[in-house]
């Protein structure tokens, strides 16, 4: 078998054999294909795209590309969520404690801020002590102890995706469907749960821009995964707004504390209640209604924060600070942004506001750049809300006091203020199961 007819034949429209996809998938990991082969025919599948047999075959070529892990020990109790990233979006953080204090257990692998959005692993390591490093024995036992483990991807977990994902990055094939969905996917599997909840961001905070690419994305990572044998659902769920008020590590860490403690009814909460209820349904077989009722019990008993301190404890972290947010590390500088005019926000670019985050110091400009905890971005005013001139729109918070006005700069670059209201959008645009 030859990588140039494989080329050849994707670039003709043709349809791969599972031989063929294995082979390059195969000999992409090992070396033995080089990247401007691969490069090659990441642009001929962007082009050309690929049928549900050929991206079932490369999702599970790329997730049998390295380590999995086994978690047949909790049967179909095993539970998973992912979101497609976006500015704000703390929800692992809310929806893991929730459906774990219901009996599901969460081994889970998170990633890192990417750009302008933030991560889960980057948001636990602002609790002092958390560890996102454990064996494969800890992690497991802990998971068999409390139902709940959440550390970095660890290990030689899908290295043909670690790969393909970084040609993709700088050969424009990022934005194809079955690349993402392949993606996305194999890392799922890989990671090894039976149930799996999705959350396809939408919006100018997110990868998909508008709602009907968000609903082919969905609906296509739901049949991969269903035709790999996982209980799977999507929500489309709306990225033209940050989530929440707080963006930055500990600053969203204390408010998925608070919406756990019932301190907060906002959209967060709305779009956590829905996850969770998902893939509570999923694990127990239930329907949704029982699930969200099972759902609600568990954050108004505070049975779900229980096991928020429970999990942050028994891997190192102080749970102490998640009672007095005081012990959190706190940054140097805080400094109000007020409105320049009258009117109602009428649109918040979402990406601007995430990089206003970074600018800041809560992500990374570059792969070696330390985070700094406490810094970010908390909302006063978001899409929809009427503002008076002089009114504060957000508070910045930093250590790096030469960082403010660049990020107020991109901040209220990001925002429109309008004369009138904008028509009010769904927060939740589909669930796909
Ligand atoms: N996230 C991934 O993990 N992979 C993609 O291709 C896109 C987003």
Redesign the pocket.
């Known amino acids: 078998m030859r990588m140039y007819d494989i080329i050849e034949k994707k670039r003709n429209g043709g349809e791969l054999t599972d031989e063929e996809i294995r082979f390059f998938i195969n000999g992409f990991t090992d070396g033995t294909i080089p990247d401007y082969q691969a490069s090659a025919l990441m642009m001929a599948v962007w082009f050309k795209g690929m049928t549900e047999r050929e991206t079932v075959t490369l999702t599970e070529a790329m997730e049998k590309s390295g380590d999995t892990v086994d978690l047949s020990r909790y049967g179909s109790l095993s539970a998973d969520k992912h979101s497609?990233?976006g500015v704000g979006d703390k929800t692992s953080l809310i929806v893991t404690p929730i459906v774990a204090s219901l009996g599901a257990k969460i081994a889970k692998m998170s990633?890192r801020g990417l750009g302008h959005t933030g991560g889960t692993v980057d948001k636990l390591e602002s609790i002092d002590g958390y560890k996102t490093t454990l064996t494969g024995e800890e992690f497991l036992n802990q998971v068999d102890e409390i139902g709940l483990a959440v550390i970095g991807q660890s290990g030689n977990l899908t290295p043909a995706?670690k790969k393909l994902?970084a040609l993709?990055d700088v050969t424009a094939t990022?934005d194809s469907i079955p690349?993402?969905t392949s993606?996305?996917m194999s890392?799922k599997l890989a990671a090894g749960s039976h149930n799996i909840v999705l959350d396809v961001k939408c919006g100018s905070g997110a990868?998909m821009k508008t709602p009907d690419d968000a609903e082919t994305l969905a609906t296509e990572m739901v049949k991969i995964g269903k035709a790999c044998g996982r209980n799977i659902a999507a929500v489309i769920t709306d990225m033209d707004t940050p989530l929440g008020t707080n963006i930055g590590n500990s600053l969203e860490v204390i408010e998925a504390v608070r919406v756990l403690k019932g301190e907060v009814d906002n959209d967060l909460k709305t779009v956590c209640i829905v996850l969770a209820t998902e893939l509570t349904s999923l694990v127990f077989g239930i329907d949704t209604a029982e699930a969200e009722k099972r759902v609600n019990e568990a954050l108004s008993s505070g049975k779900a924060f229980e096991k928020m301190k429970q999990w942050i404890t028994a891997q190192g972290g102080n749970a102490a600070c998640l009672e007095d947010f005081s012990l959190f590390k706190q940054p140097k500088y805080s400094y109000d942004i007020s409105a320049e005019k009258d009117g109602y926000i009428s649109s918040m670019n979402t990406e601007k506001i995430g990089i206003s985050s970074v600018i800041l110091g809560a992500g990374r400009e570059s792969k070696e750049d330390s985070i700094d905890f406490a810094a970010g971005i908390v909302l006063k005013k978001k899409t929809g809300d009427a503002v008076k001139k002089g009114d504060v729109l957000a508070t910045l918070y930093t250590d790096r006091e030469g960082s403010i006005a660049n990020a107020e700069k991109m901040f209220l670059e990001a925002l429109s203020i309008s004369d009138t209201a904008p028509a009010p959008k769904p927060l939740v645009y589909k669930i796909i199961r």
């Open positions: 497609t990233g990633g995706d994902y993709r990022v690349l993402i993606s996305i890392k990868f």
